[in-house]
């Protein structure tokens, strides 16, 4: 049986507002077994065959990444400052056509090495070779939310319908619990409803959810208003898709009701303020929707349109954001942030009652910050140093499911080096291919 004991740390649970204090979490065989303000009983001291120390550390739940195509970290910085549709016209999709397997299992792999570093413990993804990113989750020993990309239109329709159909009976709740699998519609531009009455059936006959983009730019709800005469997430509604768990990225282009429908009916909420600020796609009304407690979770997108996975550069970004699009250095507080990367994004990927939170009986997922550095000196509030202060190379050490994954900023188990060899030379076959014009 693993014991693990976390000692000294200043733990900040995420349960309640600005519950903060010094003591011990005691993690047995994965979960968290108590969490002691002051210092755990010494019987378990003596029990515990690892101990961590975490004196001069912060204490909190592992980070939520609630939307990435995780292998798109091969085309990391190969084509920017682009328009939307030029991008993934002349740049994107001809190098992805060209992806095998093996390419998306490191590219995920890469994509993993980075998240690890930077404190995220659990991603939601959504790409194709889905099996190829369940079998990296599982080698690496981080938590992923996994869905194959569904596009309705086109020749792979069916044959992608039947991929997450057997990634769903190979790999839901797979590698100890760490995999979970959902079915990811691509978007309603790329799957007509009749094709969205079929994934929805197929999700509610599996029991599980649905992993789409929703309301990203102002083309989409253009088209697809001109198209059904309903705007996209109206759309979606009128076919009664919100009627199961629904993971729904982006949700820029909102009105009032569209966003009183997304509250309601407890739609998960990706929002990406980076890949959203980078592709000039707008601003998502977050923190209207906060008001209205909607569900909200905080995402990177894939490393094409961000450039990074660093969740809390998110965090930051997503704070500023809002402040200064509505003009007002009041809204987006660092704590409502920290909670929408944390159990914001555990609700929103449907996996809340596990992870999100450090709770006892809950996963042992939970990341160390080292506070012993000039850029969080003094210490005043420690959830604004974090949010507005600190970045991804802070994250000292990394556990999940009760396993350490990175000590002392370093990856315990994974090869870095051959990693991103790996990434390195795949991703110039990718993209050697494709010409863009000028
Ligand atoms: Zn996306």
Redesign the pocket.
């Given at each position: 049986m693993t014991r693990l004991l976390v000692r000294g740390g200043t733990i900040l649970p995420m349960t309640a507002r600005q519950d903060i204090f010094t003591g011990d979490l005691y993690i047995e065989n994965g979960e968290i077994r108590g969490i002691y303000p002051g210092a755990a009983p010494a019987e378990l001291v003596g029990e515990a065959n690892e101990t961590v120390d975490a004196r001069n550390k912060l204490v909190l739940p592992g980070l939520v990444n609630a939307?990435?195509?995780a292998a798109m970290t091969l085309f990391r910085s190969y084509a920017d400052d682009l328009p939307l549709m030029r991008w993934l016209e002349e740049a994107i999709w001809p190098a992805e056509a060209g992806l095998t397997g093996d390419d998306v299992y490191w590219g995920t792999m890469l994509a993993i090495a980075e998240m690890l570093k930077a404190g995220v413990t659990t991603f939601a993804d959504?790409y194709f070779f889905m099996d190829r990113v369940a079998a990296a989750v599982a080698d690496s020993g981080i938590r992923g939310h996994l869905s194959r990309g569904l596009v309705g239109l086109g020749p792979n329709a069916e044959q992608a319908l039947a991929e997450n159909e057997a990634l769903f009976r190979e790999w839901h709740n797979g590698a100890d619990g760490r995999v979970r699998v959902w079915l990811g519609p691509h978007a309603p531009y790329t799957c007509p409803p009749d094709y969205l009455k079929r994934v929805m059936a197929l999700a509610d006959r599996l029991g599980t959810g649905l992993h789409i983009?929703l309301a990203?730019t102002r083309t989409e709800v253009e088209d697809i208003q001109k198209q059904y005469g309903k705007s996209p997430t109206l759309l979606l509604d009128s076919i009664d898709l919100f009627e199961r768990p629904v993971l729904a990225?982006?949700c820029v282009h909102l009105s009032p009701e569209e966003q009183a429908i997304l509250a309601r009916k407890r739609v998960g909420i990706a929002h990406?303020p980076e890949?959203n600020m980078k592709l000039a796609s707008g601003v998502a009304p977050v923190e209207s929707l906060r008001r209205q407690q909607a569900v909200i979770g905080l995402?990177t997108?894939?490393a094409a349109?961000n450039n990074n996975l660093d969740l809390i550069e998110e965090m930051r970004q997503a704070a500023f954001l809002q402040k200064v699009h509505l003009g007002d250095p009041t809204v987006m507080p660092a704590y409502s942030v920290l909670e929408m990367a944390t159990v914001g994004g555990a609700r929103a990927l449907g996996w809340a009652e596990a992870i999100g939170t450090l709770e006892a009986g809950k996963r042992a997922d939970l990341i160390l910050l080292n506070l012993a550095q000039p850029h969080l000196a003094p210490r005043h509030d420690l959830v604004a140093h974090l949010v507005y202060a600190a970045r991804g190379s802070d994250v000292d050490t990394v556990v999940v499911d009760g396993r350490v994954l990175v000590r002392s900023g370093k990856l315990v188990g994974l090869d870095e080096e051959r990693i991103m060899a790996e990434a390195q030379k795949r991703a110039i076959r990718l993209t050697n291919t494709v010409e863009l014009a000028d």
């Open positions: 939307h990435t195509h959504m983009h990203e990225a982006h990406n890949s995402g997108d894939g349109s």
